[in-house]
């Protein structure tokens, strides 16, 4: 059974710092990798996908993700935190059928 | 291209009553998904309908939990005899027919249960 792991219910980062949101990942077949961000009282907005090809994605907002197959990761990363990246972040992954499974979230706190 | 619309925004309900969810996919989506997402908890997986076809509902609870995608009109998630633990944010998400797999989520519905 696929599931999706996000081992830290909350990060801590100060403003200029570079930030990582972990998440790990369980899943038959080739995996499609996904990192959505809530702010609160909103839908969830899409911010990159992994389908195939490198390994490093890059997405919006100045966001990007690293695939580790072997490592079975797919951790997401900004070089320099905004005050404004402050919000709930979500991995997801869904296998070749339909259903997607979403983490627990982990909440990003960006220090001023 | 307006985005996902879900309606109502806040819905109250008492014990018993029913809740009806409306989502409307963004133009030329044609699959929707429905979650829960309890407070402090990630989403969880509801059911994913095609037009006039429900492809998994393996996340739906068993009883009062109702959904449908027809021909004309938005996925209504329906919610018969709520209770207290039925209170959550409801999100829809929409998926082009292209399977570009990139899930585009509305505003979400608050239900509160009193």
């Known amino acids: 059974a696929q599931s999706v792991a996000q081992p830290e219910d909350q990060v801590n980062v100060a403003e200029g710092n570079p930030l990582t949101v972990k998440c790990t990942y369980s899943?038959?077949?080739?995996?499609?990798l996904f990192w959505y961000v809530q702010y609160p009282n909103r839908g969830l907005q899409f911010l990159l996908k992994?389908?195939?090809?490198?390994?490093l994605v890059k997405g919006s907002y100045g966001f990007e993700a690293e695939f580790n197959k072997s490592q079975t990761s797919f951790h997401l990363k900004k070089p320099s935190a905004l005050v404004s990246d402050s919000a709930l972040y979500f991995c997801?992954?869904?296998?070749?059928?339909?259903?997607?499974?979403f983490g627990a979230g982990t909440r990003l706190f960006v220090k001023a | 291209n307006a985005g996902v619309m879900q309606n109502p925004r806040h819905l109250v309900r008492r014990r018993g009553q029913e809740a009806r969810l409306r989502c409307s996919p963004m133009k030329g989506h044609s699959h929707v998904y429905w979650y829960r997402q309890l407070p402090e908890e990630g989403l969880k997986f509801m059911v994913y309908l095609q037009k006039e076809n429900i492809i998994d509902e393996s996340g739906m609870p068993k009883e009062r939990f109702s959904a449908e995608f027809p021909k004309e009109g938005p996925s209504i998630l329906r919610i018969q005899q709520v209770v207290r633990g039925d209170s959550a944010a409801y999100f829809c998400a929409s998926l082009d027919s292209t399977f570009t797999d990139t899930q585009y989520f509305g505003p979400g519905t608050r239900l509160t249960v009193l």
């Open positions: 992994y389908i195939t090809g490198d390994n």
């Open positions: 899943v038959s077949g080739n995996p499609y």
């Open positions: 997801a992954v869904r296998d070749r059928g339909f259903k997607t499974i």
